[in-house]
């Protein structure tokens, strides 16, 4: 129900955003702002909305950092020059229905007092009066509320319907790829504008999926296949035959790592052939898995541990106990990040020593996780919810509402990918 009422306030804030004017971009607001630059929309748009001046009458300072002092400016200026005016648009609505109400329900008692005969009448207003009292409540008790415009600004995230049981997700360059794991299907969305470019047929129950420079790797849980995808053409390149039950897959510079979760194996292929150079014996039931520059690390789901093998020689260097039922993993350049799925937390390893530095929690069945340069992402499956996690401190700065059942995690260099495997939906997520 609170995701309804969310769902009908988010409508009305639209609509009253659409029926505004819109705002004609400036070609040229600031000089150092050129035609044809990812920011230069945005740019203008926060010029020409009173977000931003410029460090100067003529310049903007694209590549500078901002100050707190100019991020505060810029949220107040959001708050006064976007937000307020939406919320005063949505006040209004609320008296006008609420008016509506009254009057419909004074209609409905006068005709219910006159006769049996005007029954009809009564309850035709009477259904108006609930209708109109209804709405009212709706947008009163949404805008009444305590944070609603920390609400307002959640909702600005776009969502892409896909296939049934979107569950891996990863990004080439250019498109997001996403396994739909009970279509037995591929799509590739253009990152920018979140269209489906193609939808491509790949093995039983497609899993994890991973990008290698020029092909997609796709892990065939139901058949033990790996699919390989030429990423320009969507063709499929090849069909190679791993373990059983593929689920996760990673790429370390020259090879495809999968891991085989009911044979408590991973397969290391060589990326170019297709060739399987080895199967190395990991833990039990590993599904994650992630490079770190030297080492390949798997998460083992069913006795609480990581594998930690030598890229190179396949040799597993050291195998850490973490929390119950390990899935995710990535890594933020310093530390490996589990996700404790039967756990509601996240472990916080350290890459080189293998001590486990912190353990965080976050939100309950925590799935997919990813890296952003500055905070670590985590899926938590059973609360339709995100964690936002400063990799630095291990403070959890967020937790964002997403589709029903968030499972898979990726970055494209300036969103947050996230698979709904429930709903059959993606979540692009700013990470701003």
Known sequence: MRRLMRNRLLAGFVAVAVLVPSVVLATHTFSD??????YTAAVSWAADNGITTGTSATTFSPDASVTRAQNVTFAHRYDQNIVQPALEDIDTAIDANTTAASTAQTTADAAQT????????ADGAQTDADTAQTTADVLGDRVDAPGQRLALLQWWQDTITLGNGPYGVAFDGTHMWVTNSN????????AASGVVAATIDVGDRPYGVAFDGTHIWVANYGDGTVSKIDAASGVVAATITVGNSPVGVAFDGTHIWVTNINDGTVSKIDAGTGVVAATITVGNSPSGVAFDGTHIWVTNINDGTVSKIAAGTGVVAATITVGDGPWGVAFDGTHMWVTNSNHGTVSKIDAGTGVVAATITVGNSPYGVAFDGTHIWVANYADDTVSKIAAGTGVVAATITVGDGPWGVAFDGTHIWLTNINDGTVSKIPVG
């Open 183 to 190: 279509d037995d299907t591929v799509s590739k969305i253009d």
């Open 33 to 38: 702002v050129p035609d044809g630059k990812y």
């Open 114 to 121: 006159t006769a049996d005969t005007a029954q009809t009448t």
